[in-house]
């Protein structure tokens, strides 16, 4: 995945809200998405709004257990407009892994994809989640983004919300 910008986002970010490239995301599964700088600014906007209004704020942790994909950064610059904390790992983490790096900071958030791409194919991560979620009691919501299923079965997952229902409908 190409971020273009980054540096100029920072330092002037109202000039990039046009319908130049920002992202280009090419996933192991053959689908190629584009994302512009108007969109980019939109979806990070619509999940700032449901973070702010579960109070998160600076010094609070934010997490994702995502793949590389757009949908990581929209909810690392989301979180970090708020002045929180971000802190990812991969899916291919293993679950000792994904607690060493998340138990020490006690996260508010858990950002995760319901599956990842390896090898041409589709593996869960949802199972893990829901093991995960037993020794992660700061963790308040899961957001579950869709990436290898259009619906994901997220009711085994305690806390979980699916991405499209979290905030505002989305215009991407």
Not at 132 to 158: A, C, D, R
Request: with cysteine; net charge positive; proline share 8%.
């Amino acid at each position: 995945m190409v971020f273009r910008g980054a540096a100029q986002l920072r330092r002037k970010p109202s000039a990039f809200r046009d319908n130049h490239t920002a992202l280009i995301f090419a996933g192991e599964d053959k689908v190629t998405r584009k994302v512009t700088y108007a969109e980019l600014y939109d979806e990070v906007a619509r999940l700032a709004k449901p973070l702010k209004d579960m109070g998160i704020k600076p010094g609070d942790r934010v997490v994702g257990f995502m793949p590389n994909m757009p949908e990581t950064i929209f909810a690392m610059l989301a979180a970090t407009s708020l002045g929180a904390t971000w802190s990812s790992c991969s899916p291919d983490f293993g679950i000792k892994g994904v607690l060493d790096r998340f138990g020490q900071i006690k996260p508010r958030v858990l950002f995760t994809a319901n599956g990842y791409w390896f090898k041409g194919k589709s593996l869960d991560s949802l199972e893990r989640i829901a093991d995960i979620l037993k020794e992660l009691p700061s963790i308040e919501k899961v957001v579950v983004v869709p990436y290898t299923e259009k619906e994901p079965k997220i009711s085994g997952v305690p806390k979980a919300i699916a991405y499209r229902d979290f905030g505002p409908p989305r215009r991407i």
